[in-house]
């Protein structure tokens, strides 16, 4: 069985062609670079290495999520447009999940940890029994301070893993009161030679799916998503205001004063221009020659 797979969930770009249980090519990159400069030349340059006809491969593996958004829907609009083009299915393959496979047969429980941001990360809990990964906790996204907590009423000893190591890492040493370690460098990120190998699980459990039908797994709703519920709803609360204090707060909005005030209330010449009565022109005029031809006021001695 042979198995081209893709990772672009996070800050890793992976790409990997497995055939029989042997890993025949993988291409990794983890640097500064946006997975849509990456990806493509990275595929291209492995099937060139291994001399890969695309058409012999049996199925696409694909990190699904959780993970980056743009990097989510890049990896997924990669393996679409291949498995349609080469008529295959694809298999998704949960992020998280085939992070905790770079570490199979782990004596000890494995924690992967993405940044979600904002205190938040991607995780779940695994360990290996007979030749196969149990979940403990499904992936999901949390707040750190939770999946600690759980690690700690597990009570057992515990390895970290994933872009979220980094992060969490200070919060990890103060908090976390069983046994914990941290995987080294080789298997902490993703791999698609991981999603590959767990894709294959997925697949003879009958997992594969047409391209069409395939779509990546956010776990959480974009930042996008959020600010148009926001807007929604205060929507619906301002739609639940009865008629009349809506119409009250509108025709307070509509007579407010026309002068600017400071801090500490209208300025001497913000009264002025309130107070003062408002004269035309004409009769200004009329008025100010009316006072120049009277002359000054006489006193009458008799």
Known sequence: MKILALDSSGLVASVAVVSDDN????????????????????LDEVAKMTELDLKTIDFIAVSAGPGSFTGLRIGSATAKGLAMALDKQIVSVPTVDALAYNLWGSADVVCPLMDARRQQTYTGLYDFTDGRMNTI???CVVMIEEIVDQINELGRRVIFLGDGVDVFRD????????DYDFAPAMCNKQRAS???????VLYEQGRAENAADHKPEYLRLSQAERER??????????AKIPRRDRRTRFS????KPAWKTSHYGPTNQDRQTRCSPVVPSQTRTAIGAAHQSSGPAQRNHS
Do not use: W
């Open 23 to 42: 890993l025949i090519g993988e291409y990794t990159i983890n640097y500064k670079k946006t997975h849509s400069q990456t990806l493509l030349p990275m």
């Open 137 to 139: 906790l499904p992936q």
């Open 171 to 178: 919060y990890i040493n103060e908090h976390v009161k069983v």
């Open 194 to 200: 991981a999603v590959a190998c767990l894709g294959q």
């Open 229 to 238: 519920q926001e807007k929604e709803r205060d929507f619906r609360i301002s």
């Open 252 to 255: 307070h909005e509509m007579y």
